[in-house]
């Protein structure tokens, strides 16, 4: 028996459980839509993966989110309000430079009492960002298309020790990516703006700062009483993890969400709809739906459209996904060097150490692990690490374990509690040179498939709260589609 919806939203992760939160809303106050979720695991969140055992409680996916107006008044729809959390957004990040962990300077008078950069790199920041800067010129530019990588763009501006000291590590954290392959302008896309706008960066941010409307300006979000104030650089969570978003999503959604429910196969019809066809526990499931959003990886959303679109399907081929192992250790505080205050620490390359960062897990939010016990979550593997892949659970653990006590373990720490070890075998796009005509080219091709969408994270911002806007502004391309049409 074929089920016949007006929307079908491939993928329970955040981006299309947040698309399909927005379509149901509105669907409260205008004519009611029939949509149905349909998910591969048995579980919602996709990435978002929350675990507890032993008192503990950590991530394995995303650790926390920063609060966009859209993730928090999603939160608040979804009656998660009393549950939100918040880290101290004052709480220091910390580079691991030359076997002393250095905090990051946030401010220009820390960054001027750094001792991460040298006198000279911090007077090359300083002109660079006041706008001294050498044009972008030569012919690798012209041979990349135009645009820069993260590596050359933060050169030019900020000179070499910006972009090793702090600027990759912080690749690390977002992207596990690679700064010598990754497109400035797809990856940064606020700083190089700030650029674009002339006269440096300083400038910039100022000029940017003027053009801004004024706070909560065409966004309802933002002024909303019913949702908590954040300051910027504040990052939340919600007691019981971040597992509680999608979850509560979902209750929401009660029989429109299916799970175990694989995709299959899409087909589209003379009637201008579209056939899914899932393997299921109960055997193989048709839906017919008038408009599909795949929110699946692009690897996945290449094969389902080969058939259908074969120039989008490979477009889509061409996202990379480096391995990341989350590896969560937890230690006897009394085998750690000092109190952990912080939010964690990165380690640029070069530094003899192969771990990318770590968050100090149970300093950062509290009630995360039992009295005696510090959590540590560290991210090993990456774009410029590929041989995680090789590496067994044990050799991964024992690669952190050594890293950790260089960095933050006394002498003779024992072995760690091994809470978890979960390898993401493709794990977060890469925004590379050539990223915007990668997503010009896949806009041409679905003008052929019109009323199916892609909703995902490769497609421009990867943050929990990128997805959330997304999963927004889809689900009104939905209703705008639906809504310029007939019924079936
Ligand atoms: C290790 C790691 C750490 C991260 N840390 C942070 C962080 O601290 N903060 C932050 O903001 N972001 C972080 N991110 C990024 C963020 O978690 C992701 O960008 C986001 O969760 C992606 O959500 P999504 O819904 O687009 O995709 P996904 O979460 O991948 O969801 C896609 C869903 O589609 C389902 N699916 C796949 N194929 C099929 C099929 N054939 N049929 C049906 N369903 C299918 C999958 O099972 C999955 O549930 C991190 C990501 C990773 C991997």
Known sequence: ??????????????????????????AKTGSPLKILVAESQGRVGGNITTATAEGFLWEEGPNSFSPTPELMKLAVDVGLKQKLIFADRKLPRYVYWQNKLQPVPMTPQAMVKSGLLSFPGKLRALFGALGFVAPAMG??????????????????????????????????????????????????????????????????????????????????????????????????????????????????????????????????????????????????????????????PAYITAELLQPLQPSVSSVLQAFTYPTVACVVLAYPVSDVKQKLVGFGNLIPRGQGIRTLGTIWTSSLFADRAPAGWQTLSSYIGGATDSGIANLDAAQIVQEVHRDLSRILLKPGAAQPKVLAVNVWKRAIPQYNLGHFDRLQQIENGLKSLPGLYLCSNYLGGVALGDCVSRGFERAQFVREYLNDRSEF
């Open 139 to 296: 012919d690798r530019l012209s041979q990349q298309g135009g645009e820069e990588t993260v590596s050359e763009f933060f050169r030019r501006h900020l000179g070499t020790e910006v972009m090793q000291r702090l600027v990759e590590p912080f690749v690390s954290g977002v992207y596990a990516g690679d700064p010598q392959q990754l497109s400035a302008a797809a990856a940064f896309g606020r700083v190089t703006k700030m650029a674009d706008l002339g006269g440096g960066l300083v400038a910039g941010a100022l000029l940017g700062a003027r053009k801004k409307p004024p706070l909560g300006k065409g966004l309802k979000t933002v002024a909303d009483p019913n949702v908590p104030k954040t300051k910027p650089g504040e990052l939340g969570s919600f007691k019981g993890g971040l597992k509680a978003l999608p979850e509560a999503i979902a209750a929401n959604l009660a029989d429109r969400l299916k799970l175990n429910w694989h995709l299959t196969r899409l087909d589209r019809t003379e009637r201008e709809t579209y056939i899914a066809v899932f393997s299921t526990p109960d055997g193989q499931q048709e839906v017919e739906a008038r408009t599909v959003v795949l929110t699946t």
């Open 1 to 26: 028996m074929t089920n016949v919806v007006d929307t079908l939203i491939v993928g329970a992760g955040i981006s299309g459980l947040s698309l399909a939160h927005a379509l149901q809303k509105e």
